[in-house]
């Protein structure tokens, strides 16, 4: 039975993003629309069971990984000013608008500042795959967007983690200890880097197989991610920071060109079919009203809280569009702080459909305009 839910998963995924190619869209706006059709809300074709769970996580660990493989670090560093600059202009927007939109739908200042939270989260697994098909990932955008949503990852992350101490008992002494953790994990990725860098030529040659470095490289992506996550960071900013070290080596292409294979085959298509058969559109109707206001609320914090900072910081008018646009999606992130808050109690079922309704819209709404505005540039 598993091998026949797979094959209907990749079958799906195949299947839609053809359709959207077809079109002139991106395939993973296809790959999720036709998650929500084979999944437990219409037709009922595979569960998303833990075994897929597993995959899908899997997925995005390594579409995260070959997005870092794929930056230029130099441009980064050149970048990263501004990057922290938008990054917090499209934590502390949504936030607000988070807020004021769950106030007005009458749930407490707990509630609400949770939800405000969850849209200050910025999902860049599907801003990174719609630049990938585009080719648009090292632009100055793609690269500012990557940076200012690892550090919105970083910041939710360390928000998340405060909010848990005052909410349950006896974790509010953990807090520092969390923010250690944090601090002693970036310490560490960046020793990690340096020796990766300085050891890598030393070590391997070019005459090592192209299978051997691309293995190499697969494991310390997966214990990159694993140390992050045991950290208190999430495995996908692992994962992106041990594509970024290995960026600086010699190997860098050899293990991109495999890892693009494994994942774009299997694992990254899982992904996001799985993320779209766990949409429920019973529950998602039942809270449609607060689901859309969500909706306006999240895409406009990110367009005014990081497009707009992005004007103010001399880029031009349409690449600070771009910027707003790609910052949008929320997906597997603000899921991860969602499932946080349903454990803590501070999010009730009725809003969590409400959220879900929010997550998937802008997941889906992002990649084509996002496509669109880098159309009008080519």
Sequence with gaps: MFLYQLAIILAAGAFGGYLCRKINQPAVLGQLIFGILIGPSLFKLVEPSETFIHLADLGVVLLMFIAGLETDIDEMISAGKSSFIIAMGGVIVPIAFGMGASLLFGNDAGESFFIGIILAATSVSITVETLREIDKLRTKQGITILSAAVIDDVVGIIMLSLVAGFISPGEGQSIWLVLVKLVGFFILALVLGFLVVKLSSKFFSFKNTTERIAGIGLIFCLLFSFIADEMGVAAITGAYLAGIMISSTPFKQKISYKMQELSYLLFTPIFFVVTGMEVDITHML???????????????????????VARLLKFNKRESLQIGLGMIPR????????????????????????????????????????????????
């Design 331 to 378: 997906g597997e992130v603000a899921l991860i702080i969602t499932d946080i808050g349903l454990r803590l109690g501070v999010v009730h079922k009725g809003l969590f459909a409400a959220i879900i309704f929010m997550i998937l819209t802008t997941t889906m709404i992002s990649p084509p305009l996002l496509k669109k505005s880098f159309a009008k540039t080519s």
């Design 286 to 308: 039942n809270d449609l009203g607060f689901g859309v206001v969500l909706m306006v609320a999240a895409i406009l914090g990110k367009l005014i809280g990081c497009g707009f």
